[in-house]
């Protein structure tokens, strides 16, 4: 059915900027569809859109795109609906490429799902496994719904181009290789400042006491209702500032106050993978799992030896975190200083 | 004298109250804390599972009757779904809204979110012509599907003014045609002025839902919304059900689960012993 569907062999992959830096997730985007591309032959393409951002290209390029096609307009300064949905859609339709990939980030799902209304086509929202189909060549975009109890493998077939808005933090950064080359396209876009419906007056960044950057973070000590007050989570962030991580929090915590919701950590907070996540006191819903299962180790802690949490543990300890956490923290703590 | 206080009048008339109709989206979801897959058959066990109304749509019906207290209008409910979602419409009269539609037909059955935000932009359409709508408001996602992408759709459409993940709508100027509103982003807050008519999404944060009034659940309970269905909307064929998704469902199944380890603590191990074995195996693993 595919090759019937008259389409340039190229994946995709709009390039997410934000005052000229690059969001993570493009570098995730990027590798996976290197890796998909080997499968139908197909080329990878960044596509960058914004004003002032042709620097940014080298990166691009470093980060393995074969292409990049770019439209740099001072209309495209901040991100805004309508003219990053419209420069997109005009370029996507006069290319029609097989595949376009988009983080599944606040701008990446606002913008896929204008401009996939445009095409007209089928967008699945925030994947967290692509396959192609060896038979079909098609794209087998898996998503996790229902809460997470259920995966669903989700098929584009007779339209193109094939969408999918992918979670972040689920798939590896493409590695960098310095000097690598690429075919520059530009594009220019169409539309008109009095034709823009909506305006930017203002960027308000987070608090700096409010920024944590769970998604980033090497190390997360994560607490939960089994805390039993706010107090507590000193404890953790005391480890976690040993550590060099962050205080991650389960949503029941968030729901009784005890931590602000950045910290939240599942299906309606933060995914995250950090190489150590450290779970205390928390019992392991899935709408938790849901966002730390791809953790590299996991640590439970629960007085409960039948909870959920240990299921997905690397090491689970049962027992009163209250009188392990403290042991742990001076363990560490000696660890660490020694190591100095 | 009396010149002058017409005009303070028809000043304050001008600035505060133009009738503003506000359509908000809802839907009526399964309460998926309670979703199950059958391990034999891989489809989901649908049985006894109580449905809600999307909470996130609890929030946009929240957030329009409190900017019809503000500025005065109407609010009027919709929602696609089986003939049984008159009960979410009824849900959002006891909240407060005026008027309440539910689209309901079997050919609608099986729409993806492209034919979603087609049968609902053209229901808005219609509902515009009989009174202009002003502001459509749905929740950022549900928590069924999380896609967060009917929303945009019906925005796109009906070429509204498109804002997601509205945390705070600071003010709606109804002489200009404009508001302005906060949307949460993941490292900040964007503010943002559009032009009427707009379509926003909100986030949880954005409000504190109230209890219904006694009045209204009064009101709700004996409720009969319009039921507009293929006939009456008279909608493309080829755009509706699934024929009309370019999305198909290959197939469903329960998440693997990861590899459980191992319980590393023994019964009678002291607490020290214990952070000291897992402090090992952590060097170990490189991970500190």
């Known amino acids: 059915?595919?090759?019937?569907?008259?389409?340039?062999?190229?994946?995709?992959?709009?390039?997410?900027?934000?005052?000229?830096?690059?969001?993570?997730?493009?570098?995730?985007?990027?590798?996976?569809?290197?890796?998909?591309?080997?499968?139908?032959?197909?080329?990878?393409?960044?596509?960058?859109?914004g004003s002032g951002v042709e620097s940014l290209q080298e990166e691009i390029f470093n980060r393995g795109a074969d292409k990049l096609y770019m439209i740099d307009d001072e209309i495209l300064k901040d991100y805004r609906t309508q003219t990053y949905a419209s420069g997109l859609f005009e370029i996507a339709k006069k290319y029609m490429p097989e595949i376009i990939l988009m983080g599944a980030t606040v701008t990446g799902r606002d913008l896929a799902s204008a401009v996939a209304t445009h095409l007209q086509t089928?967008?699945?929202?925030?994947?967290?496994?692509?396959?192609?189909?060896?038979?079909?060549?098609?794209?087998?975009?898996?998503?996790?719904?229902?809460?997470?109890?259920?995966?669903?493998?989700?098929?584009?077939?007779?339209?193109?181009?094939?969408?999918?808005?992918?979670r972040p933090r689920v798939f590896e950064e493409a590695i960098p290789s310095n000097g690598s080359k690429g075919e520059l396209i530009k594009e220019t876009i169409s539309m008109k400042e009095a034709d823009v419906k909506t305006k930017i007056i203002d960027y308000l960044p987070s608090e700096q006491e409010d920024v944590v950057e769970l998604e980033n973070a090497e190390v997360i000590v994560a607490g939960g209702r089994g805390l039993a007050s706010q107090r507590n989570f000193d404890m953790l962030s005391q480890l976690a500032e040993m550590l060099g991580g962050e205080v991650g929090a389960s949503r029941p915590v968030i729901e009784m106050g005890w931590m602000p919701f950045p910290h939240q950590v599942g299906q309606t907070g933060k995914t995250v993978r950090p190489k150590?996540?450290?779970?205390?006191?928390?019992?392991?819903?899935?709408?938790?799992?849901?966002?730390?299962?791809?953790?590299?180790?996991?640590?439970?802690?629960?007085?409960d030896k039948d909870a959920a949490i240990f299921n997905v543990a690397t090491y689970g300890i049962v027992g009163d975190l209250f009188e392990l956490l403290p042991e742990i923290i001076k363990a560490v703590s000696e660890y660490k200083s020694t190591k100095k | 004298m009396i010149e002058c206080n017409i005009d303070i009048l028809?000043?304050?008339?001008?600035?505060?109250?133009?009738d503003m109709h506000i359509v908000v989206c809802i839907k009526q979801v399964p309460d998926t804390t309670q979703a199950r897959i059958d391990p034999k058959t891989n489809t989901l066990i649908r049985e006894g599972m109580p449905t809600i109304v999307n909470p996130y749509d609890l929030h946009a019906l929240e957030e329009g009757v409190r900017i019809k207290e503000e500025y005065g209008g109407k609010v009027t409910v919709l929602t696609m779904g089986p003939p049984q979602a008159k009960d979410a419409i009824r849900e959002g009269i006891s909240h407060g809204c005026d008027e309440g539609i539910l689209?309901?037909?079997?050919?609608?059955?099986?729409?993806?979110?492209?034919?979603?935000?087609?049968?609902?932009?053209?229901?808005?359409?219609?509902?515009?012509?009989?009174?202009?709508?002003?502001?459509?408001?749905?929740?950022k996602q549900s928590i069924d599907g999380d896609t967060a992408q009917v929303g945009p759709g019906i925005a796109q459409r009906l070429d509204l003014s498109q804002l997601t993940y509205v945390i705070k709508v600071r003010s709606i100027d109804l002489k200009k045609n404009s508001m302005i509103v906060e949307r949460q982003l993941e490292d900040g807050r964007q503010i943002v002025e559009a032009r009427m008519p707009a379509l926003m999404t909100v986030v949880k944060e954005i409000n504190e839902t109230r209890y219904s009034s006694l009045s209204n659940l009064i009101k709700a309970a004996k409720y009969e919304p319009a039921v507009w269905n293929q006939?009456?909307?008279?909608?493309?064929?080829?755009?509706?059900?699934?024929?009309?998704?370019?999305?198909?469902?290959?197939?469903?199944?329960?998440?693997?689960?990861?590899?459980?380890?191992?319980?590393?603590?023994n019964e009678g191990e002291s607490s020290k012993e214990v952070a000291e074995k897992l402090l090992k195996l952590l060097i170990e693993k490189e991970v500190i």
């Open chain 1, 1 to 49: 059915m595919a090759d019937k569907l008259d389409t340039l062999n190229e994946i995709w992959v709009f390039i997410e900027q934000a005052r000229q830096e690059i969001n993570m997730s493009s570098w995730e985007l990027l590798g996976e569809a290197r890796r998909l591309a080997s499968d139908i032959k197909a080329k990878v393409a960044g596509v960058l859109l």
């Open chain 1, 122 to 166: 089928g967008l699945t929202a925030d994947c967290t496994q692509l396959e192609i189909e060896a038979e079909t060549r098609l794209l087998k975009q898996t998503r996790p719904a229902w809460g997470g109890n259920v995966m669903a493998t989700i098929l584009c077939k007779d339209h193109r181009p094939q969408m999918a808005t992918v």
């Open chain 1, 276 to 303: 150590l996540y450290f779970a205390a006191g928390i019992s392991g819903a899935v709408q938790h799992l849901a966002g730390m299962q791809h953790s590299n180790v996991i640590v439970a802690i629960n007085k």
């Open chain 2, 10 to 18: 028809k000043k304050d008339i001008a600035n505060k109250r133009l």
């Open chain 2, 103 to 139: 689209l309901t037909d079997r050919a609608f059955a099986g729409s993806d979110t492209l034919a979603t935000s087609y049968v609902l932009s053209e229901a808005i359409k219609r509902v515009d012509l009989d009174e202009k709508v002003d502001l459509v408001i749905c929740g």
């Open chain 2, 231 to 265: 006939e009456v909307l008279g909608l493309d064929t080829t755009k509706i059900g699934l024929k009309g998704s370019p999305t198909t469902v290959r197939k469903i199944f329960a998440p693997p689960p990861r590899e459980a380890g191992e319980i590393i603590n």
